[in-house]
């Protein structure tokens, strides 16, 4: 089982739909949780972290079920910007190392 | 707003070549990490540094890579006898605490001719 697996995309959305993304993660040891963004031939920025409780920001919501070491990101009113690479990232249980998944891709069309 | 810098943004090498790839972690960050991107794939972790050691590497960072804090400021990573294959962009992160996000540098696109 791959340490962190993500749907494996493209998703191709038209502007103003939402769209979900969902990862799962195989240590169960794993600390931190945390969705980046790639923009194409650029470096991962962090879009959020995630908490067990679950955590909004704006039109972006973060779920993680640690029971069933799933991690989810909903994004609401898709715009053109949003199209990017979305990667699903778990720190390891005990190593301070990020481990990326392959990342799902965006694509929102006018 | 503090960000991590590399530099050069894009290095061209002979196969065999010996390169340095430079980074300037936020200033008050304590552990630095280079993570690797080969085309088309994702993103790997290479190696952390924390207190001027290694603190942890992966199966990819051999006896070829080497690491190094030379003064207060710069974390370079050193690649020997560059092959075809680590072509890649090189990507530097630092954080302040290990349990929280790591932000990366712009990276440096390495291609091995």
């Known amino acids: 089982r791959k340490e962190v697996e993500q749907d494996p995309g493209p998703f191709n959305v038209p502007e103003g739909a939402t769209v979900a993304f969902n990862c799962t993660y195989s240590?169960?040891?794993?600390?931190?949780f945390f969705w980046y963004r790639q923009d194409c031939r650029k470096e991962p920025k962090l879009l959020m972290s995630?908490?067990?409780s679950g955590n909004e920001d704006g039109r972006f919501t973060a779920q993680l079920n640690r029971a069933s070491q799933y991690i989810s990101l909903l994004i609401r009113d898709s715009k053109l910007s949003d199209s990017a690479t979305y990667l699903c990232v778990v720190l390891g249980g005990a190593t301070n190392k990020l481990i990326f998944g392959t990342g799902t891709l965006l694509a929102v069309q006018p | 707003e503090p960000e991590v810098t590399q530099t050069p943004s894009h290095q061209v090498t002979q196969m065999g070549q010996e390169v340095i790839l430079r980074c300037v972690p936020i200033?008050?960050?304590?552990?630095f990490y280079w993570y690797r991107q080969i085309l088309g794939q994702k993103v790997e972790f290479l190696v952390s540094f924390y207190n001027n050691e290694i603190s942890e590497k992966s199966e990819i960072f051999d006896d070829q890579f080497s690491v190094e804090r030379p003064d207060g400021s710069n974390f370079t990573l050193k690649i020997r006898s560059t092959k075809l294959e680590d072509s890649a962009m090189y990507f530097c992160a630092s954080n302040s605490n290990m349990n929280t996000e790591a932000f990366f540098g712009q990276g440096t696109r390495l291609t091995v001719v």
């Open positions: 995630v908490y067990s």
């Open positions: 240590n169960s040891a794993s600390q931190s």
């Open positions: 200033s008050n960050h304590l552990y």
